[in-house]
């Protein structure tokens, strides 16, 4: 298991968890790593995106330094998203990404993730020799000199390149379609206005004049309630909010109503079946999806995989199966056929595709699809597998499983983070979901695993 790296890249408080020294060593892995496998005369190529946090530009030119001291040419394509990074790495050959984000954290918190040359998230045995090499424990590195000594190369080209892709993918124009668009003062903030313009929208757009310090900041899609309200008040058609590297899309409906990761996966996938093109018939969720999802899914006869938490491992099923829709009840919506990796943009040109062909509004699309209440408790424990593992609580469970029968979902997880054991339930009512999570609760304290 990583030390450093989880589901989503390197992150932490920058200069306490992550610090530019440990950006330094992975640039200097990186560049070495993957120079070491060009042949004679070859210069190895990294790309580099940023969001607009503070810390950014510390990390970014510590990175430099530690690639371009291994012998490796850094391209920068400075502030943009992490999904055009993956974009720009796949289309150019590049030898492998790395976005600095820390996603949808505030502005202290920064984040580095390390893209492989397909574009895809790295492997964990690659993510393990980085973390050696950090910790001291792996070989020495030599340094690169004289005309061996990399290059940084300006590529902010590549925001154009990958602005224009996302432009070729709408088949309608936008003419006529007032949409509200929440950059959340982060790395959409250039992209995404540009794109709708283009496409022919009235373009409404909020929260993009980053600072350093405003990125997600009552904003974005961790703040959906800011577009709700903008959204009803200036009576558009619909709206978008973004996350600090944008590759997470929340929608709102032309009432200010939310339109979920969730709804966005039922309302392409039902989309994509009366086409004929949701191969294998199926779309690929998360455990934590809303159990509304599964039934609407059932009523259009539309199977559905089940993964652990993060897109990660949604992509991993969706490439292994050939899946062309999946993602999480967040915004991270994963469309095969033209990403490798979530992409907020990308999710708001889908949503306004299947709206114009249909000709049907957001809440149209959506209302088929109803959210079942959810209530969810987090218990501090003291030793989190044990308590995962004990038979009484495993029997709780069960007990309450055999109670919702169909018509609704007990989950139990450990955090991957945190001291904690998570008790989800889901019901058509409100009530039953927190009668039966403090059953399980109740049973969690009872045998003593509840940390005071």
């Known amino acids: 298991m990583a030390k450093y790296f989880g589901t989503d890249g390197f992150r932490g408080e920058a200069n306490v968890t992550l610090t530019a020294d440990h950006a330094y060593k992975i640039g200097r892995f990186i560049g070495w790593y993957y120079g070491r496998k060009k042949r004679e005369g070859q210069r190895c190529k990294v790309l580099i995106g940023k969001d607009t946090r503070l810390s950014s530009y510390m990390f970014e030119f510590a990175l430099v330094s530690g690639i371009t001291a291994s012998g490796a040419d850094a391209y920068l394509m400075h502030v943009t998203t992490t999904p ?29 993730k390390l893209i492989n040359e397909y574009g895809e998230k790295m492997d964990e045995d690659t993510i393990l020799k980085v973390e050696a090499y950090i910790d001291g424990i792996s070989e020495d590195i030599p340094m690169a000199e004289r005309e061996k000594i990399g290059r940084t190369v300006d590529f902010s080209k590549g925001r154009d390149q990958y602005m224009n892709f996302l432009e070729s993918l709408a088949i309608r124009s936008y003419e006529g379609k007032k949409i509200g668009l929440d950059c959340a003062n982060g790395s959409a903030w250039m992209i995404a206005k540009r794109v709708f313009d283009n496409l022919g929208a009235r373009t409404y757009v909020i929260n993009n004049q980053p600072d350093g310090k405003n990125i997600n900041t009552n904003c974005g899609s961790t703040h959906i309630e800011v577009l709700r309200k903008y959204v009803a008040e200036n009576h558009l058609d619909a709206g978008f909010a973004f996350d600090g590297d944008a590759d997470r899309c929340l929608a709102v409906d032309e009432h200010g109503n939310l339109v979920d990761g969730d709804a966005m996966i039922y309302i392409y996938a039902r989309y994509l079946k009366e086409r004929g093109k949701l191969v294998g018939n199926k779309v690929v969720t998360t455990v934590m999806s809303n159990f509304g999802l599964y039934k609407a899914l059932d009523e259009l006869g539309i199977e559905y995989e089940k993964t652990a938490v993060g897109d990660k491992y949604v992509y991993e099923n969706m490439a292994n199966h050939g899946y062309r829709i999946g993602g999480e009840q967040s915004g991270h919506i994963i469309f095969r056929k033209y990403a490798t990796t979530g992409d907020g943009i990308l999710t708001a040109i889908k949503m306004m595709e299947v709206m114009l062909v249909k000709g049907q509004t957001l809440a149209q699309l959506a209302e088929p699809f109803k959210v079942y209440p959810q209530v969810l408790e987090n218990v501090r424990v003291k030793d989190k597998q044990a308590a995962m593992s004990d038979k009484k609580i495993q029997e709780a469970v069960s007990a309450v499983e055999d109670k919702l029968g169909s018509e609704g979902r007990i989950l139990v997880r450990e955090s991957g983070t945190e001291p904690l054991v998570r008790v989800m339930v889901e019901a058509p009512d409100q009530a039953i979901c927190q009668a039966y999570v403090k059953e399980v609760v109740d049973v969690i304290k009872a045998r003593g695993y509840e940390e005071v």
């Open 84 to 112: 055009s990074v993956a974009y720009i790495v796949r289309t150019h050959f590049m030898d492998c990404g790395i976005m600095i984000s820390a996603s949808h954290n505030p502005y202290y918190d920064n984040g580095i």
